[in-house]
């Protein structure tokens, strides 16, 4: 039966991203691609077009079904504690007990140029790594801002990133699209560097306004990681406002940790699959006002995973972080990663 509930939410993915494409019609441009005016990454629609894989499907499925099994044992233990023993997970899942510790991920940044403002500094790189940092641990100057009705569920996630390389490329290639040709040397590009046991970000100029997209858990080794254009990467150089504080590698991130949009890509009944974020049918953009209220509950604008500024998103959940490090655990889609 849970098997025939996971196929089900796949296809209503596959119906939401469709449905949630016709909303942000009057933001598309001429090519049918989102310009950068309002965040946009293309995540959503690169798992789809993945999900027509039958064997990534499959790797979904069971993905989901880990995930779901990890968060139900987190939520038996924060039972099992005896009161005042400890944080509760406010519906999404408490401190999960895994004895993983700070999970470290290395990463390897490829700046693929075809100009001197593509062709950004390591300082810029330095940055992003920075706030991938200072995001994912809450240590973020930013966090006091979560309202108080959030406040219990913003959470550190344990996870933390190392530069481990940096590749630079020159390319005559002003433009690179969403088809990957940007992760195989034969295309011009970079080959991914040891996906099992690092983190990738190939830097580019992907075009069309999109700001990033990643690959989610379970797809092909060789198109492994997250692609952001250098414009909206780290948070000095090149990066320019209002994606000018490293938060798109924020999201993407949380993507390629299997993290979903916080609206489900979908209206109401949508699910992102964390219970504590609540229900929302749209994407929040710019900075909104708290609160914002969509299907009869205040919006988590300032979550990672909406579409706000950078300036305006500054929190996981302790449902996100149960479900990222459901990958770390034996077995786990990214548990490689968890004996860096």
Same mark, same amino acid.
């Given at each position: 039966?849970?098997?025939?509930?996971?196929?089900?939410?796949?296809?209503?993915?596959?119906?939401?991203?469709?449905?949630?494409?016709?909303?942000?019609?009057?933001?598309?441009?001429?090519?049918?691609?989102?310009?950068?005016?309002?965040?946009?990454?293309? *995540?959503?629609? &690169?798992?789809?077009?993945?999900? %027509?894989? =039958? /064997? !990534? @499907? +499959?790797?979904?499925?069971?993905?989901?079904?880990?995930?779901?099994?990890?968060?139900?044992?987190?939520?038996?233990?924060?039972?099992?504690?005896?009161?005042?023993?400890?944080?509760?997970?406010?519906?999404?899942?408490?401190?999960?007990?895994?004895?993983?510790?700070?999970?470290?991920?290395?990463?390897?940044?490829?700046?693929?140029?075809?100009?001197?403002?593509?062709?950004?500094?390591? *300082?810029?790189? &330095?940055?992003?790594?920075?706030? %991938?940092? =200072? /995001? !994912? @641990? +809450?240590?973020?100057?930013?966090?006091?801002?979560?309202?108080?009705?959030?406040?219990?569920?913003?959470?550190?996630?344990?996870?933390?990133?190392?530069?481990?390389?940096?590749?630079?490329?020159?390319?005559?290639?002003?433009?690179?699209?969403?088809?990957?040709?940007?992760?195989?040397?034969?295309?011009?590009?970079?080959?991914?560097?040891?996906?099992?046991?690092?983190?990738?970000?190939?830097?580019?100029?992907?075009?069309?306004?999109?700001?990033?997209?990643?690959? !989610?858990?379970?797809?092909?080794?060789?198109?492994?990681?997250?692609?952001?254009?250098?414009?909206?990467?780290?948070?000095?150089?090149?990066?320019?406002?209002?994606?000018?504080?490293?938060?798109?590698?924020?999201?993407?991130?949380?993507?390629?940790?299997?993290?979903?949009?916080?609206?489900?890509?979908?209206?109401?009944?949508?699910?992102?699959?964390?219970?504590?974020?609540?229900?929302?049918?749209?994407?929040?953009?710019?900075?909104?006002?708290?609160?914002?209220?969509?299907?009869?509950?205040?919006?988590?604008?300032?979550?990672?995973?909406?579409?706000?500024?950078?300036?305006?998103?500054?929190?996981?959940?302790?449902?996100?972080?149960?479900?990222?490090?459901?990958?770390?655990?034996?077995?786990?889609?990214?548990?490689?990663?968890?004996?860096?």
């Amino acid at each position: 039966m849970k098997k025939i509930l996971l196929s089900l939410s796949v296809a209503a993915i596959l119906a939401s991203c469709s449905s949630n494409d016709q909303e942000l019609e009057a933001n598309i441009n001429n090519d049918g691609v989102q310009t950068a005016e309002l965040r946009k990454c293309f *995540a959503a629609e &690169n798992y789809e077009k993945m999900l %027509l894989d =039958e /064997d !990534f @499907r +499959k790797n979904t499925e069971l993905i989901e079904e880990q995930a779901q099994e990890y968060i139900a044992e987190a939520l038996e233990k924060a039972r099992k504690k005896p009161r005042g023993g400890g944080d509760t997970d406010g519906g999404g899942g408490s401190d999960p007990g895994d004895n993983l510790g700070v999970v470290n991920i290395p990463v390897y940044v490829h700046v693929i140029y075809s100009n001197n403002q593509e062709n950004i500094s390591d *300082a810029q790189v &330095n940055s992003q790594i920075q706030v %991938l940092n =200072e /995001d !994912f @641990r +809450k240590t973020n100057s930013d966090a006091g801002q979560v309202p108080t009705q959030f406040a219990g569920a913003a959470a550190d996630s344990e996870v933390s990133f190392t530069l481990a390389g940096i590749t630079r490329t020159a390319s005559t290639r002003t433009s690179w699209g969403t088809n990957n040709a940007m992760k195989s040397s034969a295309n011009g590009g970079v080959d991914v560097v040891d996906p099992a046991n690092a983190l990738n970000i190939w830097v580019c100029n992907i075009g069309g306004g999109i700001l990033g997209y990643a690959q !989610f858990p379970g797809g092909p080794a060789a198109t492994d990681g997250v692609v952001i254009s250098p414009q909206y990467f780290g948070n000095t150089g090149t990066a320019v406002a209002p994606f000018n504080e490293g938060r798109t590698g924020t999201h993407e991130v949380g993507h390629y940790l299997n993290l979903r949009h916080i609206w489900g890509d979908g209206r109401c009944r949508q699910d992102d699959f964390v219970s504590d974020t609540p229900s929302s049918d749209r994407a929040n953009y710019g900075c909104p006002t708290y609160p914002t209220s969509n299907c009869r509950s205040a919006d988590m604008t300032m979550n990672y995973m909406d579409y706000t500024n950078d300036a305006c998103m500054y929190m996981f959940t302790n449902g996100q972080k149960a479900r990222m490090r459901s990958l770390f655990t034996p077995g786990g889609a990214r548990a490689a990663l968890a004996g860096n």
